[in-house]
């Protein structure tokens, strides 16, 4: 199943989810559609659906949006790996609390510790 992205125009929140998710789109797994045709009740942008699941609002990691959508990710992926890693990600950010890194800071951080294990 494909992922349907509704973006915005203009929407800085759009442009960044079409950063983090360049590859899902190039390969198609999920499909980017003008606001024009988002449902009715959409409140805010970026917003993602999923089957009957939706999300809207940056979703800050692929696996996120994954989990809020109920998404495997496809091409293998199960929905235990990708609670796993986030699970990992939110014990890092609960471990580095008071450390008033930025979220790019923390990113890089995390990528330290799970390359030296």
Not at 22 to 44: F, M, T
Not at 66 to 81: A, H
């Amino acid at each position: 199943m494909t992922i349907l992205f509704y973006s915005m125009d203009g929407c800085g929140y759009c442009s960044m989810s079409k950063e983090l998710l360049k590859n899902e789109i190039k390969n198609k797994k999920i499909k980017v559609l003008s606001h024009l045709k988002a449902p009715n009740n959409v409140s805010g942008f970026p917003h993602f659906v999923n089957g009957s699941k939706s999300f809207t609002g940056f979703p800050q990691t692929k696996e996120n949006l994954y989990m809020q959508l109920d998404f495997s990710g496809g091409s293998g992926s199960s929905k235990k790996r990708v609670k796993r890693k986030l699970n990992k990600w939110q014990k890092f950010l609960k471990r580095n609390k008071g450390k008033g890194w930025s979220i790019a800071k923390m990113k890089r951080e995390y990528k330290k510790v799970k390359l030296t294990r």
